[in-house]
């Protein structure tokens, strides 16, 4: 079930007058690489996850994201990669629900986000410019 892919860049000049606001279904596929970076309107929820940096519109989609892209069982790299957790061992079940408790509820998305706008001196972040 794949969505037709539009190119990221014809994205960001969407209206927000209520006409045109979902171009796309949840998303969660499309443009894989090229969504790094690029908000669109109501977009308000990051993916932490070791330099992935997607935005996403619900806390659910953040998690449902992060559970398959980074927590499916065979990409799961056996402890989590989120910014600032500790990197302890987990098994995958063990990780999935650390994963809704701990990073991916409303009040710790926007925190970690938070501390992203204020934290962007190199801690532990790549500089992929």
Known sequence: LFL?????????????QG??????????TAASQHAEQMKKPGQNFMCL???????FQTPSQVFYHAATEHGGKDVYPGQCLWEGCEP???????????????HCSRDALLAGLKQDE????????????
């Open 4 to 16: 037709q892919s539009t190119p990221a860049t014809s994205i960001p000049t969407v209206q927000v």
């Open 19 to 28: 006409q045109q606001m979902n171009l796309q279904p949840p998303s969660y």
């Open 49 to 55: 996850w070791q330099s992935c940096k997607k935005w």
């Open 88 to 102: 302890f061992q987990r098994q995958r079940f063990s990780f999935i629900t650390h994963l809704q408790d701990k």
């Open 118 to 129: 204020h934290g962007q001196v190199g801690n532990q972040k790549p500089s992929n410019k």
